[in-house]
């Protein structure tokens, strides 16, 4: 569960703020990386008071100062690095958003490695299945 802004304002004291900022490695190419814990999916985990949050999910909250709405996503739009959370590279949206994000992101690789497998098939195109015990005709 995400809290809201007013409870991340709350929650993140001076102490607290230290260790959260000091698991962010802002880099030179303007991805802000989690190196704490991260989730099954490679985003950034954190625990806020017991509950398990993304962590660009906070950061986007903490930029623009308001709650997340109900309905409302944050993807990596600009940089489509899951342990990213720099607030700049983070954008709201539909879920049906994000996932179109993943195609048209993905896409593109996905065809090449498509191509190059095929590529790879044509070089030797009856190796396989069927090259050792072929029924004779």
């Not at 993304?54 to 997340?68: C, E, F, G, K, Y």
Request: net charge negative; aromatic share 10%.
């Amino acid at each position: 569960m995400t809290p809201t802004y007013e409870q991340a304002k709350l929650w993140f004291n001076p102490l607290r703020a230290a260790r959260f900022w000091g698991r962010v490695d802002k880099r030179e190419d303007g991805c802000w990386i989690w190196t704490g814990a991260l989730t099954d999916s490679g985003h950034g985990r954190y625990d806020f008071d017991g509950d398990i949050v993304r962590v660009h999910r906070i950061t986007w909250m903490l930029a623009r100062q308001r709650d997340i709405p109900d309905a409302l996503v944050i993807r990596h739009l600009l940089c489509d690095n899951k342990p990213c959370c720099n607030p700049a590279h983070l954008v709201g949206g539909t879920q049906g958003e994000n996932v179109m994000d993943m195609w048209l992101i993905h896409k593109p690789y996905d065809e090449a490695m498509e191509r190059e497998a095929i590529g790879a098939y044509l070089l030797q195109p009856f190796t396989g299945h069927f090259s050792e015990a072929s029924p004779s005709v």
